[in-house]
């Protein structure tokens, strides 16, 4: 066994630094020990205690970064952890750095190579270390176990032309792209809907705090989980049952939700993409992955109904 160091403390969202986690979960698979060192998590824009959205960042990063790191990805990686802004992590600080010299890789070699694309990247199944509030869990557990389950992430806001907020697609897509993507999107997520109308043994998971303009367009009894606070359970609590209870995701390539989710492996994870992004490889990673160029819709909704059935 070889000790491997990622060096994710270059100054960078936790959305960004995660999707080095496929990667990572390659070394781990093939006889290599995982060493995370992270910092500062660059965004001070959500407030946990009411959760409400300043400009267009959705999470703690006091907390819930930590929380993915600690609780999620340092028992299912077998990965030691080390955060250098909070002093925190699963391991002491001098031992960590004492041991973790063997390989490095750091976060800004690491992103030169798109995720899509890096032949060193495998999926893996969530192991959660702890359950904070055990009744409120299981309750949420039992709930997820009645039904068949889709997750559905995308960014879904009312007063938005395309749903999303400027920094996502806003670089790549011109506004005319943007809104023909999120009307195909629609379309999808509306005879989604209709089937678990259909059959009430399906249900839609909606997570993502930028996603509140789904819940007036859904007719089913779908379940709510974009202020999963509210449940009284974290977000390492959240993510690792969505992902054992859920049988399908849909969501945005370009989403860090896309990478927290499509890590777990034995999903079916429909893809949606942007023209731009369309001739990105996504079988590198074997996820089972629908990889959706908006105009084929018809086609992958066709595909997702023999996956329900």
Not at 87 to 102: K, Q, Y
Not at 104 to 133: D, E, G, L, M, V
Not at 185 to 195: C, G, L, P, R, T
Request: a positive charge.
């Amino acid at each position: 066994m070889k000790n491997i160091l990622f060096d994710l403390t270059e100054r960078s969202s936790w959305g960004d630094k995660s999707q080095l986690i496929p990667e990572i979960a390659w070394y781990s698979k093939n006889k290599y020990i995982p060493f995370i060192l992270t910092d500062n998590w660059n965004n001070g824009n959500f407030n946990s205690a009411t959760f409400s959205l300043k400009k267009d960042y959705y999470y703690d990063e006091k907390i819930e970064p930590l929380d993915y790191f600690l609780n999620l990805i340092s028992p299912s990686l077998k990965a030691h952890f080390f955060d250098t802004a909070s002093g925190s992590g699963n391991a002491d600080r001098d031992w960590f750095m004492g041991a973790a010299a063997t390989e490095t890789i750091t976060y800004a070699s690491a992103r030169q190579i798109s995720p899509w694309r890096n032949k060193h990247a495998s999926q893996f199944r969530y192991k959660i270390k702890k359950i904070f509030n055990k009744d409120n869990f299981s309750k949420l557990e039992s709930t997820l176990q009645k039904t068949k389950n889709i997750v559905i992430y995308f960014d879904w806001l009312s007063d938005s032309p395309d749903g999303s907020v400027p920094r996502r697609n806003g670089k790549t897509l011109s506004w005319k792209q943007r809104k023909s993507l999120f009307s195909d999107i629609k379309e999808y997520v509306k005879q989604i809907d209709y089937f678990c109308l259909q059959n009430p043994g399906f249900r839609i998971i909606v997570v993502n705090k930028l996603a509140g303009g789904i819940k007036n367009f859904l007719r089913s009894n779908f379940l709510d989980l974009t202020n999963f606070e509210k449940e009284g359970i974290v977000f390492s609590e959240m993510l690792f049952l969505i992902c054992k209870y859920c049988d399908i995701s849909l969501g945005h390539a370009n989403q860090s939700l896309s990478t927290w989710i499509t890590s777990q492996e034995n999903i079916e994870h429909v893809i949606f993409t942007s023209p731009s992004h369309k001739n990105d490889n996504y079988k590198v990673f074997n996820y089972k992955y629908f990889q959706v160029n908006p105009p084929n819709a018809v086609r992958a909704i066709k595909r997702l109904g023999k996956l329900l059935k």
